[in-house]
Each structure stands twice: as structure tokens, then as C-alpha cells.
């Protein structure tokens, strides 16, 4: 066996080389220091897993609302004509009612100017009347079967043109004569199947309507009647009121 002497040698020199180049060092890494007064450093979320596209649904397109016309009124215009076909003739009330007051009273044939109507009660259809005469108010139709009124809606006739040369003459009408409607512009004249202000209105003419006389006159409530006859309207009118004149004859 080497003494230990010799095993110790070879340590020595190491060591002895090792000093004399400056000796051992240990490395240190340094740690890292933060400002006690800084906020800590958010933590960096991880990026969010991208979304798979996915197809925009199908929205169906909004239907429009149906739309549900109105029926038009069944109310007669106004004003309009009615005859009385109730032989016994038809109660004129206060309201369109049967237990309304009573105000008046309707011969059968009668003709009047209906301002209203219909309107629903005790089962019949009612209409405000006018008859021109002071009597006016509600009246019952009666029932479908056997009516009590009849509406007659008057027709308005085209007016027949003054011949060339023609003028009116301020003379009283007579048997044969021309004569023209003379009412107010806006005004119509109403030709009746009879004389008198209840008989059923066969036409309303306008001003400027040529007649030749046929007949009369009649006096009838408190009018002067004359029967007119043209290409388009035969019958009874009134030859004014008093104050207006609603016929004049032409030369």
C-alpha cells in the first residue's frame, strides 16, 4: 500500500492551483424586485378558444295583416223618396220606436223625402221622413213580407238646351206653352206623377229643363200645379212659391 502521504500529494496541488488563480465563486442569479408600491402585473389570460362559425338562422318574413274591408253602409243616402204603401196609412213618430210618441200620421200613396235611415227596432227597420207639410219624424218598413214603405229614389234628368233665340217672358203660364226651370242654381225641380206634394216624385230636374204644358193648372197645397211633358220626363210640378219662380214660359 502507498503511504497516505503520497495519496495526499496530488489533493494539495490542486488546491494550491486552484488559490492561486483566485479561488472558488459561487454564481448567484438574481431575483427580481418589484416597486412595493406598484400594482401586481395582471396575469395574462390565455386567448379564448375560437367559436366554430355557426349558419344565421332563417327568419321567415312577417305576413302582413289581413286586412278586413268594411261593408259599406247600408244607410240609404239622404235625402231619398218613400211611398207609403200601408192602406191604412203609417204613424210618423218622435223616435224610431213604436212605443215613441206619435207626431203624425201618413196617408197610404203618400210620398215623402226619407233625411235618415234605416235604423234597427222592435224588428223593423225605421227611416226619419219629411214630408214637406209639417210632418216629420221616424216611420216604421214594416215587415219583408208585407212593407209598409217602399223607397223610390228620384232621378235628376239632364237638362233639355234652349233652342237658339229663345228668351224668358214675364207673362203667366198657359195651356201650350214652353216653359223653363227657373229655380235657383243649385237647385232642382221635382216632377211628380200627380199634382200635389204627397204624390211619388217621377224626376228632379235641373235649372235650364225645357217642358211644353200640358195641362192645368191645380191648385193644390198652396201651389200652382202644372202637367210638364218633355223627351225624358212626363208629369206634375209645382209653378213656384211665392217669392221664387220655379217655371217661366220662353218665346
Known amino acids: 500500500m502507498l503511504p497516505q502521504a503520497c495519496l495526499l500529494f496530488p489533493l494539495i496541488l490542486v488546491l494550491a492551483t486552484s488559490l492561486a488563480c483566485g479561488g472558488f465563486q459561487v454564481r448567484v442569479t438574481p431575483t427580481a424586485t418589484t416597486d412595493a408600491g406598484a400594482a401586481p402585473a395582471e396575469a395574462t389570460a390565455p386567448p379564448a378558444p375560437t367559436a366554430e362559425p355557426t349558419e344565421?338562422?332563417?327568419?321567415?318574413?312577417?305576413?302582413?295583416?289581413?286586412?278586413?274591408?268594411?261593408?259599406?253602409?247600408?244607410?240609404?243616402?239622404?235625402?231619398?223618396?218613400?211611398?207609403?204603401?200601408?192602406?191604412?196609412?203609417?204613424?210618423?213618430?218622435?223616435?224610431?220606436?213604436?212605443?215613441?210618441?206619435?207626431?203624425?200620421?201618413l196617408g197610404a200613396n203618400a210620398v215623402v223625402t226619407v233625411l235618415e235611415g234605416p235604423t234597427q227596432a222592435d224588428n223593423y227597420d225605421w227611416y226619419r221622413i219629411d214630408n214637406s207639410s209639417g210632418v216629420?219624424?221616424?216611420?216604421?218598413?214594416?215587415?219583408a213580407d208585407d212593407p209598409w214603405l217602399r223607397l223610390e229614389e228620384a232621378v235628376s234628368a239632364a237638362p233639355t238646351p234652349a233652342r237658339e233665340g229663345m228668351k224668358l217672358v214675364d207673362r203667366a203660364i198657359a195651356t201650350g206653352d214652353r216653359v223653363q226651370v227657373t229655380t235657383e242654381s243649385n237647385q232642382?225641380?221635382?216632377?211628380?206623377?200627380?199634382?200635389g206634394r204627397n204624390a211619388r216624385a217621377v224626376a228632379k230636374v235641373p235649372r235650364g229643363t225645357l217642358f211644353t204644358v200640358?195641362?192645368?193648372?191645380?191648385?193644390?197645397?198652396?201651389?200652382t200645379w202644372w202637367e210638364l211633358d218633355s223627351d225624358t220626363v212626363k208629369g206634375w210640378a209645382a209653378e213656384g212659391d211665392g217669392t221664387t219662380r220655379w217655371l217661366t214660359p220662353v218665346e
Open 56 to 105: 344565421a338562422p332563417t327568419i321567415a318574413p312577417t305576413q302582413p295583416a289581413e286586412i278586413t274591408p268594411t261593408p259599406a253602409s247600408t244607410a240609404t243616402p239622404a235625402p231619398s223618396q218613400a211611398r207609403v204603401l200601408a192602406t191604412g196609412g203609417l204613424n210618423v213618430r218622435e223616435a224610431a220606436s213604436a212605443g215613441a210618441k206619435q207626431v203624425g200620421r
Open 136 to 143: 216629420a219624424g221616424w216611420v216604421a218598413a214594416g215587415p
Open 188 to 195: 232642382l225641380l221635382t216632377v211628380r206623377i200627380d199634382a
Open 214 to 223: 200640358k195641362g192645368g193648372p191645380l191648385q193644390l197645397d198652396n201651389f
